[in-house]
């Protein structure tokens, strides 16, 4: 065995050592999950799905619904369950159907026909939403349905998932 042949071997397997090590390095770093990125749960975790589309829709069916012999429920519901800018927006349509309904004798009622999450991260996510309302006229009789899309903002609060943002789409 000459000199050259008894340390190339040893060089050789360290180095293929190093580079084996490098390579595990790299992929333990590449699937471990960030700490500074929280993954979106949505489907994910069925739990926190279910609950979030179970509370965003009873609070929907609640403040989309409104008997002009009771306004004073509707609005109580949007104060339980709207934060931000969905509070503000529903508001200002809170207003103009109060002037218009009671003239007319007006009953809404929502259904959610299916909801899904898109994005569940933290204490935020984002849904979307298609739900029938249909009005009655009680004056007349008439009756009506239409179908409408949301994009749906909520946030979590002591356990709680208020509605923070309303997009008509």
Not at 66 to 75: L, V
Not at 81 to 90: N, R
């Amino acid at each position: 065995m000459t000199r050259s042949s008894w340390t190339s071997a040893p060089v050789v397997a360290l180095g293929g050592a190093a580079v084996a090590v490098a390579a595990v390095g790299g992929v333990l770093l590449a699937t471990t999950p960030s700490a500074a990125a929280p993954a979106n749960q949505a489907v994910v975790d069925a739990t926190a799905t279910s609950a979030v589309i179970g509370q965003v829709d009873t609070a929907l069916t609640r403040v989309l619904s409104y008997r002009y012999s009771d306004p004073g429920a509707t609005s109580a519901a949007a104060r339980q369950v709207l934060v931000g800018d969905a509070a503000h927006q529903y508001q200002v349509l809170f207003r103009a159907l109060q002037q218009k309904a009671g003239g007319e004798q007006l009953t809404l009622t929502a259904k959610i026909v299916s909801a899904g999450v898109t994005s569940l991260v933290g204490d935020h996510a984002e849904l979307l939403v298609f739900l029938d309302q249909t009005s009655t006229r009680a004056s007349d009789g008439t009756q009506s349905v239409s179908a409408a899309q949301l994009r749906v903002a909520a946030d979590r609060t002591a356990g709680t998932w208020r509605i923070s943002e309303l997009v008509p789409l």
